[in-house]
Each structure stands twice: as C-alpha cells, then as structure tokens.
C-alpha cells in the first residue's frame, strides 16, 4: 500500500508536468500507461471472487477435457454475460464486470477458453473457440438467462477473444463489446518484435511448432483473416487513443477489423486512409461537438450497418462502469 502511495506521488508530478509539454515529449501518455500496469493492474492481486461465484468444470465437446470457469447463475431471468479473459489471463483472473452482474442480479462466466495465450491450445485455436461455446451453452443450462440479452465482452486479449467470437459462435448475441482488441496475430508478431516486446514470442508459442514464424499459421488464428458471418449481432469496437504508443496494441487492429465490417454492410463509412494515419498518429482534429464515456471524450466515431467503432481519450484499457452502463443500455 504504501509503494502504491509512493507512486501516486511521482506520478502527480509527472502529470502536473507532463500536462505541459505532452505533444512535444508524450510524457502525460507515458504517465497514463504508467498508471496502468503500475497500479491498474496490481489491483487485481488485490480483489478476489465473491464467494457468490462458483469455479465450475465443462466438458470440452472438442477434445473432452474438463474446462474451467468462474460462473454465477441469476436467481430469476435474467441477461448473461460472456466475459472473456485477457492475453495472459485465465479464468481466475479478476474481471470488474463480475461485480457488477452480481448486484444486478444477472448470470455470467468468465470461461478460460486453454488459458493464457502462449500455447497452441490458445489463441483462438478450434478447441479454445469451442470452449467458448461450450461456456454459454453451460451458463444456459445452468442459469436463468434470458435468450435476447446475451453478450461477450473482452478487453486486450479478451477483446482479440470477443472478435474471434462474433465470427465463430452458433449462438445468437445482443451484442459483441471488444475493448482495444487484437486483430491480426500476423501484424502483432510484426510490431511486437520490432518493439522488443515479449508478445511476439507468445504468438510463436501459439501458432508455430518450429519457432519459426509462419503468416499462414497466424492467419488461422487472426479475426480479421477470416470470413465474417452473414448476420450476427451488433459490434461495438473501442480503440485507447494512446494505445499503441505507450500501450502494447496499436489502434491500426481495431481500425482494420472496423473496416472489414464496413465494407461488407456500409462502404461509405469506412475509415479513410487519411482519417486512420491522422488516428494512429493521433493527429486528428477534435470534433465540433465531444461526446464522452465515463468522463473520458470520444475524439472520432463511425457505424457501418451493425458496427460501431469509438476513439476515447485512453489507453489499452476498458472502462468497466461504462461497459456495464452500456449492456444495460442494449437490453431487448
């Protein structure tokens, strides 16, 4: 607790000076990252699973195995959620959203679709989708859901997981939520490994058995390779403006995925050219009006048919209370 402190010091000098000169030095988008794994994401070895929520064992429909999960069933009808875990977690990782399904009174499962994403076994592999499925035809068994408010919702990997999800599943979803999500494990090698970052070596884990990196095989693991379905639910994609820069995925894999829906359900709003280099460089002029979510501005928006896709003033990061407000929000 009290390093914690310690670091919220340095950092509010850090922002107090950073705020100065962060288009010059991207110091104040350093500190917001730093903020981020520093603190953000220490917190989570400080929460725990209420005891409402049972760690429950499915059987695979793949390969058999007993899969894990974190599970709560609601008492009367209700909506579920699909949480699904981030790249390097599983499904005891902490999820916000479970707290939130709690005292709404609603089903969810955080399922471990083969755990973190540095085996074959993961990565959007067959059997991790599979365990997917098998998670939400657990939950409707199990729990009390009601069928016209379901929806999968990921952050990072989890977001990479949702994508993967919207084109794969037999199940109809409300609505499909993918926070600063993986698109292209091809591209991510590519960034990863130009950066230094160890990600790239997880993605030869996953799809490689020589170590030797193959875009074929990464291409099979990859949402936006692959064919997109002919109706499914709404999509709704949020990019961290920042991310890329001081966070570990560039906003070019939402940008990407957004446009292949776009050009299959509404051409004309596909994100230009010069409007993703202006994004990515994070060049792009404020709109006249700024909408926000959870206090944080929305810098650019599009929809295309059942996608939408929201640039907000951030980092790789989801917004929890506004995540949950929103599921609300899209009740049938």
């Known amino acids: 607790m009290k390093s914690k402190l310690l670091w919220l010091v340095v950092l509010s000098v850090v922002f107090l000076f950073g705020g100065v000169v ?24 400080d929460e725990s699973w209420s005891h409402d ?5 499915i059987k695979s429909s793949k390969d058999e195995s007993l899969q894990k999960a974190m599970f709560l069933p609601a ?25 939130k399904a709690l005292e709404a009174n609603w089903n969810y499962i955080h399922p471990d679709f083969r755990g973190p994403n540095w085996t074959n076994d993961a990565c959007l592999s067959e059997n991790a989708i599979s ?4 998670a939400i035809s657990y939950a409707l068994e199990k729990g009390n859901v009601d069928l016209d408010n379901i929806f999968v919702v ?18 109809k979803i409300n609505t499909f939520i993918s926070w ?13 490994r130009d950066r230094g970052n160890k990600y790239a070596n997880d993605i030869i884990s996953c799809t490689s058995s ?12 990859s949402p936006l390779q692959w064919e997109l379905p002919e109706s499914q639910g709404n999509i709704e994609i949020y990019a961290g403006i920042d991310d890329g820069h001081s966070g570990p995925v560039p906003v070019s894999h939402s ?36 909408n926000t979510l959870d206090g944080r501005d929305i810098l650019f928006e599009k929809h295309a048919g059942p996608a939408s896709i929201y640039f907000f003033d951030g980092n790789h990061e989801m917004l929890g209370n506004y995540t949950f407000n929103r599921l609300v929000s899209l009740l049938n």
């Open 180 to 192: 600063v999500p993986i698109s292209d494990l091809g591209l991510w090698y590519k960034q990863n």
């Open 255 to 290: 940008i990407l995925f957004f446009n292949k829906l776009a050009a299959m359900h509404d051409h004309n709003n596909v994100i230009t050219t010069e409007e993703s280099i202006l994004l990515i460089d994070r060049l792009l002029p404020l709109p006249d009006k700024i």
């Open 22 to 45: 962060e288009k010059k030095t991207n110091v104040m988008s350093s500190a917001k990252h730093f903020i981020y794994t520093k603190i953000v994401e220490s917190n989570k070895e």
């Open 154 to 171: 990921g952050v990072s990997g989890g977001g990479y997981a949702t994508l993967g999800t919207y084109i794969k599943t037999k199940y």
């Open 75 to 99: 008492i009367e009808k209700a909506p579920l959620i699909i949480s699904l875990h981030t790249w390097v977690g599983d499904y005891k990782e902490f999820d916000p959203l479970s707290d």
């Open 210 to 221: 020589n170590g030797v990196f193959d875009r074929k095989l990464t291409d099979l693991r």
């Open 131 to 134: 365990d997917i499925d098998d």
């Open 53 to 57: 929520f049972k760690e429950v064992k």
